[in-house]
C-alpha cells in the first residue's frame, strides 16, 4: 500500500539554522513526491515537486530511492518559513491522486 | 486566471441532518476535482475525485456522498451527518497538463454536535 510517513509533527528551529524536514514514503510504482505548504491564514499550495529538481524559496528534497526518502531541506530558516509542511505522492494514472503525510509545523525563532 | 470557490466556510450542523458543502471552479474547462478531510494529526485523507461530470471515484468508506452535475461544480453530501463527519474539508482541482499540483480551496470547517 502506498503511504507517506513524516515522523516529526513539530520541529522548532532558530533563524539561519538549517532545517531538514523528514518525508519517507512506501510505493510499489514508480514514485513522483511533492512538497506543500500551508503559511498562516493561507491555502494549501504546492511548494515544490522532484521531476523538476528545483530550488523554491530556498527549499530543495531530493528524491532518494534506495531510501525512499524524500526529505526538504534548506541552509538558513527564515522567519516566513515558519508553516505546515506536507509531502505527497503521487499515484500513477490521469488523475493527481495525491497521499499526503501527516505534516510537520515548522516553527523558526529567533 | 483560475480560482476555486468553496462554501460554506464554516458549518454547525446536528446530528442526523443533512450536508450540502459546494465547490465551484472558474477559467478552465475539464478540471479533475477532489474532496479531501484535513483532521488534526491524521493530515489529509482524499475522500472522492472526479475526472468528468458524474464520475466520481469514492476513496474511503463512509457516510459521506459526491456529485458532479456540472463541468465545475462538486458537492459533497451527506443524508444523515454524524459525530465523525466534523473536520475540515477541502476541495481541489488539478488540470492534466500539471500533474501532481493541486489547487485547494479555502476549506468549510463542519462541526457536527
Known amino acids: 500500500a502506498q503511504r507517506v510517513t513524516q515522523p516529526e509533527k513539530l520541529l522548532s528551529v532558530f533563524k539561519g539554522a538549517p532545517v531538514e524536514l523528514k518525508c519517507n514514503y512506501s510505493?510499489?510504482?514508480?514514485?513522483?513526491l511533492f512538497w506543500y505548504v500551508q503559511y498562516s491564514r493561507q491555502r494549501l499550495q504546492l511548494l515544490l515537486r522532484?521531476?523538476s529538481r528545483e530550488s523554491i524559496k530556498g527549499f530543495t528534497a531530493d528524491l532518494n530511492k534506495g531510501e525512499t526518502s524524500f526529505h526538504l531541506k534548506k541552509p538558513f530558516a527564515q522567519e516566513e518559513d515558519s508553516a505546515m509542511y506536507y509531502c505527497?505522492?503521487?499515484?500513477?494514472?490521469?488523475?493527481?491522486?495525491?497521499?499526503f503525510g501527516t505534516g510537520t509545523r515548522l516553527q523558526v525563532t529567533l | 486566471s483560475q480560482t476555486i470557490h468553496q462554501w460554506p466556510a464554516t458549518l454547525v450542523q446536528p446530528v442526523g441532518s443533512p450536508l450540502s458543502l459546494e465547490c465551484t471552479v472558474e477559467?478552465?474547462?475539464?478540471?479533475?476535482l477532489y474532496w479531501y478531510r484535513q483532521a488534526a494529526g491524521r493530515g489529509l485523507q482524499l475522500l472522492f475525485y472526479?475526472?468528468?461530470?458524474?464520475?466520481i471515484s469514492s476513496e474511503v468508506p463512509q457516510n459521506l456522498s459526491a456529485s458532479r452535475p456540472q463541468d465545475r461544480q462538486f458537492i459533497l453530501s451527506s443524508k444523515k451527518l454524524l459525530l465523525s463527519d466534523s473536520g475540515f474539508y477541502l476541495c481541489?482541482?488539478?488540470?492534466?497538463?500539471?500533474?501532481?499540483?493541486?489547487?485547494f480551496g479555502e476549506g468549510s470547517r463542519l462541526t457536527v454536535l
Open positions: 481541489a482541482w488539478s488540470a492534466g497538463s500539471s500533474p501532481g499540483e493541486l489547487f
Open positions: 510505493y510499489s510504482g514508480s514514485p513522483e
Open positions: 522532484h521531476i
Open positions: 505527497a505522492l503521487k499515484f500513477t494514472g490521469t488523475a493527481s491522486k495525491l497521499t
Open positions: 477559467g478552465t474547462s475539464n478540471p479533475n
Open positions: 472526479s475526472v468528468g461530470i458524474g464520475q
